[in-house]
């Protein structure tokens, strides 16, 4: 395990795996998911027990999740797609509270929830509608800035026109917000300006058809990516005969230290997936998840080991170091593999109901702050 | 005025009832017809702005005109999403007056009179420019069925992404502009295709209706239970609305006697509530502009899938209606019986078909035993009697050429299990075929000879559903009849991933022995619940 640790910590060291977190003394991983029908749970990942769970004042739905930067407030999307809170985690207090319809207009967001690099603001996307007597008028969808100073009654301080269909956010270390829609944007929140990251729907690849990405999960901080698969076709003629066609899965990737961008086939199309994911400290293994469990080795564009799963889970994530795996969403327990082997190490109940569509969100923090006693 | 999401999505997801309660026949109101100017005016002004006083012009709701069922919807959904206050008296009395007054001719409704007859297993024709626009979440006849202007197309764009956010988020929304293409492609499709066309509607409503005040008699049949016959009594029971007596009687020897209810809208749109013994059945029929047709559908009322194919013809007026059984086999004889009303005159069946015996003879049955030649080859005869003729009424085969399974795709549902929704079944019938004069199987000139009795089984449909073991769980065919009922709903902890009892299917009907065997498949997906079911699918 020592071994690991520092080979690792080497790989940090060289750059390849920049997303490792070196775990001071006294922090350990924690993990923050929500789950039916108005909970917030931490969860202390070395004990594999919750720590707290804190009651969010309305629907879960989505249970979309970003943590602030020192990661002392959970900010959640949920109150039906409409509402954002922020919790302080030590305490289930609620510093942070926003309902992003006003007026007449009825407001939601897919999922698009970020915060900037010195925690001072928040980030969403707003897709309005506004609702007259006798008819609805859908209205342009804006980037939303936050303060996440501003309290209980929280309204947008800044608003920029965005393209529709943007689902989720990540910021990197340079302030800039990286958002998925047609194409992987990237946003400069101080100015608005927009540009395109990854040329998806716009810059289709030659020989590829065009490919179709579902993400609502905001995953990746423990690998410093953002980070949205897809799957696509690739012909093998210029009819593009069915029998000439391959099918993969791949990945669009923004490194969010460098701004790198990286747009990867990463293994057949075999089983549908719902979120994958780099494993910290390896940047050549991806996993992915919903009824299987696989492992892949992206260079050769092939699974290493896949396992059926005893159920389906729709959400993956990491520990801090990359050892174990925990796959959340869907029912109401998280389920912890060893990351190398895919060997099942064990479950963690939640109180409470579904998790359903939840992000998982893993870091690591100091126990002093987090432990209830 | 406009809820909070929460409650609409509360609301939305448990209708069963609500529709279950609001179905549209019998619609007995306790106001007369004209108050649904009046129910406008106090229910619907709150929010739909007069534009005109006399006749009376609401924004919105005067620029559309739909079926009863799609106006009851529209009103479901004020409120339950709107919070409109309209009791259940009301709400009757304003879909009659909709109907009544902006419904669809005979003519605009005959494309998709399946989705109204509740023929869950159609498979639509899909129009490329609604097939991934709109077929994609619910059919196109839920589309077809309305007549709207350009602006009330757009209307409907608008709301269905305020209402439904995850649109152009979903497959088949996701990879496209969606609001662009449906804002500057759909919309002036729709517009060109299913304009307001107010003046169809207005020769309609300016031609002599009939009445369906009389006897009538019934043929049809129903899978597993086969040919139907029946008897329909209809009498006034006020304006537009009747009490009905009905008895019947299926090949497998099944009785069905009881009453009913019903109500005509629209000039022509037949809708009743019929208790037959203790089975309660819906009948959605359309009258001919003549009145002296109906045809349609009547289906269980709580397991939609199981119903009969009818077709009624007036009593006092002749008309051939049914040959039954439709088939015989050359060099056999068997009885026949001839279905009409007012039959008189000559029989005739057609080159070959020797008439040995008549065993009754009435105006509205001719039973008769007859013999078909040997040496005939599979065909198609016209039968006669009188004057009336029906084409292709009775065919003669001598061997069966081809078997097919209808529906060849099926879908049914998991239910029960401590669930809200009840298991819904899939009915399949084996239809036989000639090879027609090409002697190719499944070409244009392909005769079809008949629903033969069959030995229903499943199999996995392929190797995935070998592999998860659905036959062991999805449910059972009844040998017999053909009809499939679905497994309990819920995750089941004795299958791979613990998930419910689901699968994949082959529908394997066997028609035959020995040499004469033949095998035909369908599809069948059993999967999960629906948790909406309005009228219109």
Request: aromatic fraction near 8%; proline fraction near 5%.
């Amino acid at each position: 395990m020592l071994m690991r640790w520092m080979f690792t910590a080497a790989l940090a060291l060289s750059g390849i795996g920049g997303s490792l977190q070196v775990a001071a003394a006294d922090e350990r991983d924690y993990m923050v998911v929500v789950n039916r029908p108005n909970n917030l749970h931490v969860i202390d990942l070395a004990k594999e027990q919750l720590e707290r769970s804190c009651t969010l004042p309305g629907d879960s739905a989505p249970g979309t999740v970003a943590m602030s930067p020192d990661n002392r407030i959970a900010y959640v999307l949920a109150g039906r797609f409409g509402k954002i809170w922020g919790v302080d985690i030590s305490n289930c207090e609620l510093t942070f509270s926003a309902e992003l319809s006003y007026d007449n207009v009825r407001v939601k967001s897919l999922a698009s929830l970020a915060v900037s690099p010195d925690g001072k603001e928040i980030y969403t996307i707003h897709n309005p509608t506004r609702i007259m007597n006798d008819h609805y008028k859908v209205l342009d969808s804006q980037f939303a800035v936050y303060h996440a100073g501003d309290g209980l009654d929280a309204k947008p301080q800044r608003l920029y026109p965005v393209p529709r269909q943007i689902n989720i956010m990540q910021t990197g270390d340079n302030g800039m917000v990286y958002m998925s829609g047609a194409d992987v944007y990237a946003m400069d929140p101080k100015s608005g300006d927009l540009s395109v990251a990854i040329a998806s729907r716009s810059g289709v690849r030659p020989g590829y058809g065009q490919p179709d990405i579902l993400t609502v999960w905001p995953i990746g901080r423990v690998s410093n990516e953002f980070i949205r698969m897809y799957s696509v076709a690739k012909y093998g003629d210029v009819e593009k005969s069915p029998e000439a066609t391959e099918y993969f899965w791949g990945y669009e990737r923004v490194d969010l230290t460098t701004g790198e961008t990286a747009v990867e086939d990463f293994a057949p199309l075999e089983q549908v997936l719902f979120t994958g994911m780099h494993r910290p400290g390896h940047p050549n293994e991806f996993y992915a998840v919903l009824t299987q469990l696989k492992r892949h080795d992206v260079k050769a564009k092939k699974v290493i080991k896949s396992i059926d799963l005893e159920r389906t889970y729709y959400c993956i994530n990491f520990s801090t170091d990359g050892s174990k795996l925990y796959l959340a969403g869907t029912y109401n327990d998280i389920a912890v593999y060893n990351a190398e082997t895919l060997e099942k190490l064990g479950n963690i109940h939640l109180p409470g109901g579904d998790m359903s569509m939840a992000t998982s969100q893993v870091f690591s923090a100091p126990v002093s702050r987090l432990a209830s006693n | 005025m406009v809820k909070s999401l929460n409650s609409v999505v509360r609301r939305l997801v448990a209708p069963v009832g609500l529709w279950t309660a609001t179905m549209l026949a019998p619609l007995y109101a306790t106001a007369e017809i004209n108050a649904g100017e009046e129910l406008l005016r106090n229910r619907c002004m709150g929010c739909h702005v007069p534009e005109q006083n006399e006749p009376l012009q609401l924004s919105r709701i005067s620029h559309q005109r739909k079926t009863p069922e799609g106006w009851l919807m529209s009103i479901a959904r004020m409120q339950m999403v709107h919070g409109a206050q309209i009791t259940s008296d009301e709400r009757r009395t304003l879909v009659k007056f909709l109907a009544d007054t902006q419904g669809l001719t005979p003519q605009e409704s005959a494309p998709y009179r399946y989705i109204l007859e509740r023929r869950l297993n159609h498979i639509e024709d899909k129009q490329p420019q609604l097939a991934e626009m709109c077929a994609r979440c619910h059919s196109e006849a839920r589309v077809g069925l309305q007549r709207r202007d350009a602006g009330e197309w757009e209307h409907l764009v608008n709301f269905h992404l305020g209402q439904w956010p995850s649109i152009e988020y979903s497959a088949m929304g996701r990879d496209r502009d969606w609001l662009g293409l449906a804002l500057n492609e759909v919309v002036p499709f729709l517009d060109k295709n299913y304009g307001l066309q107010k003046d169809h509607w207005q020769q309609w409503l300016d031609s002599e209706k009939a009445s369906p005040i009389g006897e009538w008699r019934l043929v049809g049949s129903m899978p597993g239970r086969g040919d139907f016959h029946g008897v329909m009594k209809v009498i006034a029971d006020g304006e537009d609305r009747y009490r009905l007596n009905l008895t019947g009687k299926f090949a497998d020897g099944k009785s069905l006697r009881g009453k009913g209810q019903a109500l005509v809208y629209s000039g022509y749109e037949w809708r009743a509530d019929i208790t037959l013994g203790k089975e309660k059945f819906q009948q959605v029929l359309a009258m001919n502009p003549q009145g002296d047709r109906f045809e349609g559908r009547m289906f269980l009322k709580q397991q939609e899938t199981l119903g009969v194919n009818l077709t009624a013809s007036r009593a006092d007026k002749p008309s051939l209606l049914a040959v039954s059984p439709a088939f015989i086999e050359a060099g056999k004889s068997q009885q026949i019986s001839v279905r009409g009303t007012q039959l008189s005159g000559d029989v005739s069946l057609g080159p070959g078909i020797e008439v040995l015996k008549v065993l009754k003879r009435g105006k509205n049955e001719i039973r008769l035993k007859v013999r078909a030649r040997k040496g005939l080859e599979t065909q198609a005869l016209d039968v006669r009697v009188g004057e009336q003729n029906l084409a292709g009424g009775l065919r003669v085969y001598d061997r069966i050429d081809s078997l097919q399974v209808s529906p060849a795709y099926a879908v049914a549902r998991v239910g029960d299990g401590g669930g809200s929704q009840e298991k819904v079944k899939a009915a399949f019938e084996a239809r036989a075929y000639g090879a027609g004069e090409d002697g190719v199987n499944g070409t244009a000139d392909d005769i079809y000879i008949g629903t033969m009795p069959a030995n229903w089984s499943l199999a996995p449909f392929d190797q995935q559903a070998i592999e998860d073991r659905d036959l062991d769980f999805v449910g059972k065919i009844d040998r017999r009849t053909g009809v499939f009922t679905p497994a309990a709903a819920g995750p089941n902890s004795k299958r791979k991933y613990g998930t419910n009892n689901a699968g994949r299917m082959s529908v394997i009907a066997s028609v035959g022995q020995g040499d004469n065997k033949q095998e035909a498949k369908a599809e069948l997906i059993v999967t999960v619940q629906r948790w909406n079911n309005p009228p219109i699918r």
